[in-house]
């Protein structure tokens, strides 16, 4: 743990520069629109370490794979998020003397995060090394409003004398990943211009042949005024700059505004997109830096609207909460189904920016209760989009007839990941997208959603497990043979409880949809059987797997066995751990962690969650107690489902232990890598702790189910749900909880396990 | 299948030049001579495809692991053998015009490798684009007698004019290693010189630092008379030449003979080894080719006089049954015991030319039949002497308290491979190491090698069973869970029936052996004891765990279990197979292989063949039936063990399909991939199908046991066997058996089950 941030309700502040923890800092103060996204570099020239990063959403390059032992069906490539042009920059030379805070001496540093309005902002004083001294405030944000622009606001004022001023906007084009696999080039910069100015870059990455442009234009002005300052342009490959002289009194203030634009082909025609970026640039400085802010802020305060949570009694929770609100909705907006959300967002390249099963698993839960149906719905059309691509994956693997496997990594629906025990063994990844479409339509009630796309996508689910499955004579009851389960502490294991229960549940959903669908849309059914080639034979295997499926259970504990041969492991409970081997990844070779009986994130339990309803409370709490002994929670992903299980059978002790590592987990950087960027999905998983944990929010029957229960940490705390139309408001202390609809939708509530109809503007008073 | 080579009972010829197949030719002509050795690559320049390859035993470079996803535990480098200086370039120049067989014309090419002698030869004759003809000649050897020096002797005949030749011998260290992970230079060039024809390059290994200098001299002749040509001598960083010039009428011979010698610093200081070098070149130079190919000859006549096979009847067998036992003792003499024996010997870079269980399993057999015991006894040191690295390689795993686990793949004792399920997993490697120092006393009655170093390595291996086995409560067995056994077509499994065997094993064969030196050398107990930190009650544990091990067993099969779980999977026996779907390796991906029943190479039955003195006819033919209908033999180590247990129970038809498959693998090229180098080891599997499998040859009870039998496509076939002093001649055909004790020494020898007893120069003749 490393704190070094103050505590805020609604602000992320450092106030010491530090260059030791600037990296992390370019991570956790960093700034994006959904759209386009970047870490917390510095305006103006830093020669100490930075890792600098500007993503463009859904812009990604092909990096040839890189493997010690290659195996047949690993991909060629894995998808990564490019770092793209730097339009961050502006160089500052005072009377010649580059401004840089890793040689000048710095006090009074402040760098904030306002997470209400979506702004960065720094303000420091320098003293050179000549000892000329100024003082500097600088705030940016990327618009949510008009979300392919940014703009910065950067103020100097010499302390100490009257100095000559050249600042130097640019915008670089000339950037690499660090994470490279072999120093290939991933773009290739095919125009730059600069008039007066307004500079353009247009590069094309290699193979993907996406085209971004990116723009600015600048204006400066003393004391209020313009400074009529001449632009010196120059530019080369990839580069564009424009440098202004200004001679700046003693306590006189030089504002600098860049505006940028960064415009991608996923939106603008190729041969348009230079002189759309200067379209838009020119655009946003029309519109101006204080009209911009004020419609970006607007947009925020939507967001928060809907999903706000407020902690009173614990400031670090209220702080560590809005933290993952906040850059979730930074990734996301739900605007375009091509995009997703990668493991880092925009705050790093670890893990590729790529999509993986935490979307489905931990973000939609999220959008589902905080934005309109729609957000969730492209996240669930993006799959669909991919389904060729995953039963062409899935033929890889040798299955047929239309099964589909779903990519453990991806970003056009091909498989990017290559560690044969995850990318053909963690296949649970496939439950995980079929779940979603169920989640989606029992929150939304869009069962048409079943017949426009859902349908497909559980057909081809549902198809390859049938195929995946085999039957044991053995056992006389069918299997499922060399898989790893969310725990990836285990491989290559046999009959994974988790991946074997939601494997029948898709089987049974599917069988489901299609009877609605042939049902309510005959038309869209008969189009489905014809795409697909679907004989409602199939599902007489389906039937038989669902009834003689095999699921391990621990008869000696009564609980449901993680794997086969899980009891086989010499069973000792995480407590007889010594905490000088913890994390056990980083101490123990990886086959003493596989050999072991220690569990890196809810597996048996993920099921469990998913599935609640199912399950007595005393299941519940026999098997939560069992695994949660086991469970090292070596993944970020892994307490939000044990805080929720733990609410759910009343250890409020144990969900509040599990839920402040998660909330926290980034901005105290408790695992010494946030330099590498956020764990964004992660941060999904917090909301759910809250949400699901304490505020025991179900949806079970078509009922919206509610039972807040308060860890003795807080005094209170509300949160929002948007359901079927209507926004509810949760709000509880310790004696009791009210519910006030914020619409004029009426909502039924179970509250405390009794009915409530509220009615549009009303509120109800329950305890508990 | 590629058939391009005549058959022919002691050569190997190839009758027309072919580009297409001179990469695999370079291999299968291969020569060496146990301390050093080389592809063969052309003397004279050659612009085709072209793999060159000279290799120094022991001599390696520690290069940067590559890996996908990094794991705990994984080592930091794959040592490889180095392809070093070249030294068996002489370009040819007539009339100015280089002589390159890929822009020739080529007629009556000939290449042959004499097994008999030893040689590499070639003839041809060649028209040079400018219409000139030549014809040329070549024979080279490595010296088996002086085995640091090795000779060319290249002639040239002008067919029609007379020509100006000039030919340029010279030696080029700068050369470099296809399968280097990160094009790493692996060499550094420290010195060189040249003086009237005698050039050295030394150079030194990166990291390492081992040297070798590499030394030529060159003498020549006209019609049988010194030319007297002077050298024109040349060099550059790494590379030595000297060009001679001489008139050659039409019909005269031009001989040359290029002397070189090899040294490393293994075994010469290196401040002297550039002068040893030169002095080792001189001396060879003045031997003279004749003398040192006497020498030669006599060295691979007393070879084969102990290792030879003579089969009647099948001429493809006997030319490959004798390729590989040449191949056999080109790669290894014992003289050193810091060598052992790589995968592809000398005969290419794949697998980095380190050792594997290869050498314990398959190729240890040979060695003890055939040569004398200090041979084998080199190979068992090799292993004592990285017994501390094993041990460092077991602490990585977290095992203590002198636990060793022996690399899967090594250079010098510390572990190269870095792919989890084999690295940490394949421990079954162990088993065969400990095995090897029985099988060595057992044929050699040297018990007091347990004493000097076996029971080090022993007590070593007993203690890493010991720890990586652990008790099942839900079992109440021990078991041994997450390994990967001689069948790498699974991963992870648990209670490999092999391996479990093979540990058990191995700790009673400790307690026996503990027992016999604490009996027979108290001292050296003493030593050991005070060495290890040995405990005596440490045998307690390996008391339970060999009464109350865990061993699958499939009911209803009646036969044992590959694994726990591998009647779960779907039964289908290979001849269900598609053909065009094998190997499978090239046609399924690596999860549907790891899913399946089908058995790379020898498993459970790779048990059976080490203790089938505990295994009645019957389980072992149930056994053999079951897994054999079950084994795709997609390694090249597979097929032997079946043959000797096809053999054993008398499917002598299944034994001669296996055996003829796998004696021919190289020269007709089943796999296509010869041109990457021979599978050596394999070849020791080649000679134990003879005389294992047709031989009937065991070792039980101390006793030789032989019970031969031939396979209908014989006339007769006969093979040798060394045996505590005595040399045993067995010769059997159809009818009759005849063995001949070609030594003084008595042999007592079971014979179809009853007991001989030899005299010296007696024999003994029986029928089955």
Known sequence: MIKYLKTDPWLIVEDKFSQEHHQSSESIFSIGNGNFGQRANFEEAYSGKTLQGTYVAGVYYPDKTKVGWWKNGYPEYFAKVLNSANFTGIDVKIDGETLDLATAKVSTFKRVLNMQEGTLSREFSAELPSGKQVQVSAIRFLSMAAPETGVIKYSITPLNGDFEIVFTPYVDGNVVNEDSNWDDAFWTQIDHEVNSGLGVVVARTNKTEFEVATAMTTQSFLNGSSTEAAAADSSKEGYVESAYKVKVGKGQVLDIFKYVAVLSSLNHKKEEILENAKKAVNGAMATGFETMLEAHVAKWAAIWEHSDIIIEGDDEAQQGIRFNIFHLNQTYTGEDSRLNI???????????GASYWDTEAYC?????????????????????????????????LGFTDGAALYPMVTMNGEECHNEWEITFEEIHRNGAIAFAVYNYIRHTQDYPYLAEAGLEVLLGISRFWSQRITFSEEKGKYVMLGVTGPNEYENNINNNWYTNTIAVWCMNYTMEALDWVKANKAADYDRIVGKTNFNADETTRWKDICENMHFPFIESEGVFGQQDSYMDKEQITVDKLDPAQRPINQYWSWDRILRSCFIKQADTLQGIYLFEE????????????????????????????????????????????????????????????AHEGLHITSMAGTWMSVVEGFGGKRVINEQLILNPQLPKEWKSFSFKVLWRGSQLKVHADASKCVISNETDVPARVILYGKDYEIAGGASIEATK
């Open 342 to 352: 990668g493991p880092k967002g925009f705050t790093g390249e670890k893990y590729g």
């Open 364 to 396: 939609l839960p999220f959008y589902l209760a905080t934005a309109e149906p729609k957000v969730s719905k492209q996240l669930l059309l993006y799959r669909y989009k991919h389904l060729e691509r995953a039963i062409e994956n899935a033929g890889k």
């Open 614 to 673: 199912n399950y007595d409370t005393e299941t519940i709490a026999k098997n939560f107690k069992f695994y949660e002994e086991r469970t090292v929670h070596e993944s970020s992903l892994s307490p939000c489902v044990h805080v929720v299980l733990a609410a759910r059978i009343n250890n409020m002790e144990k969900a509040y232990e599990l839920y402040h590592r998660t909330s926290r987990l980034d901005i105290d950087d408790y695992n010494h890598e």
